[in-house]
C-alpha cells in the first residue's frame, strides 16, 4: 500500500518591487522561509518606516503582528496598511492603499522567531530593507510599449485590408449581376422579334 503525501506549497525568497504610483496601493513584499515548514515557531513581525521627505529620516513602527495576530499602528499609515502574507507566516509582505508622495522612504520588515524544544530555545531574527520611490506615473517596459504600438498598427492595417475586400467584392458582384441581367434581356427579346415577323407560308 502506498502512501500519498499532499505536496506543500513551495517558499521561494523574491525581492519587492521598489516603485509605487500616486493614488494607488503597492504590496511590499517580505518572505522569510523556514528550513522546516513542519516547525511551528513563535513568529512576530515588526514593519517599520523611515521617511526620506526634507532629509528628516525619522522610523516609525507602523505595523505589528505576533503569531498572525496583527495590528495596524498609530501614525501616517494608519488604516492604510493591510496584511498579506501567509497563514504559515513565511509571506509576511504588506499592502500600502493610497500612496502619497510622502510614503517614500525605506521600509523595515523584522522577523523574529523563537523556537521551543524544552529547555532549549533557539531564535532566528530576518531583517529585510525595502526603498520604495513614488512617481506619478509607473514607467512602463519599452518593450510593452513597442508590442502596444505593433498591435495597434496591426489592427490598423487588418481594418484597412478588410474594407478594401468588401469594395472589391462589392464592385465585383455589382458587375456580374449587371451582365447577368443583360443577358436575360438579350435572352427574352428574342422571340418577341420572332412574333413580329411571322415566316410567310411556303408555296409550290
Known amino acids: ?64 503582528s505576533l503569531n498572525g495576530d496583527s495590528k495596524n499602528l ?28 510622502r510614503d517614500r522612504g525605506i521600509y523595515e520588515c523584522r522577523v523574529f522567531r523563537t523556537f521551543d524544544f524544552g529547555a532549549y530555545t533557539p531564535s532566528t531574527l530576518t531583517t529585510k530593507n525595502i526603498t520604495l520611490t513614488v512617481k506619478e506615473k509607473v514607467s512602463n517596459d519599452t518593450a510593452a510599449i513597442y508590442s502596444e504600438i505593433m498591435m495597434y498598427v496591426l489592427l490598423v492595417f487588418l481594418t484597412l485590408w478588410l474594407l478594401v475586400e468588401m469594395v472589391y467584392c462589392y464592385r465585383k458582384i455589382s458587375k456580374s449581376d449587371e451582365q447577368a441581367q443583360d ?14 415577323n411571322p415566316v410567310a407560308p411556303v408555296t409550290e
Open 1 to 64: 500500500m502506498q502512501c500519498v503525501h499532499l505536496s506543500r506549497p513551495v517558499c521561494v525568497d523574491v525581492d519587492s518591487d521598489t516603485e509605487a504610483e500616486m493614488g494607488s496601493f503597492k504590496k511590499l513584499t517580505c518572505i522569510s522561509c523556514l528550513k522546516r515548514e513542519e516547525l511551528k515557531p513563535n513568529t512576530s513581525v515588526n514593519w517599520y518606516f523611515t521617511s526620506s521627505e526634507n532629509n528628516t529620516y525619522d522610523r516609525i513602527h507602523i505595523f505589528q
Open 183 to 196: 443577358t436575360a434581356t438579350n435572352y427574352l427579346a428574342v422571340p418577341s422579334e420572332q412574333k413580329d
Open 74 to 101: 498609530d501614525g501616517p499609515f494608519r488604516d492604510r496598511l493591510i496584511w498579506n502574507g501567509s497563514k504559515d507566516l513565511q509571506d509576511v509582505s504588506l499592502l500600502i492603499l493610497n500612496i502619497s508622495e
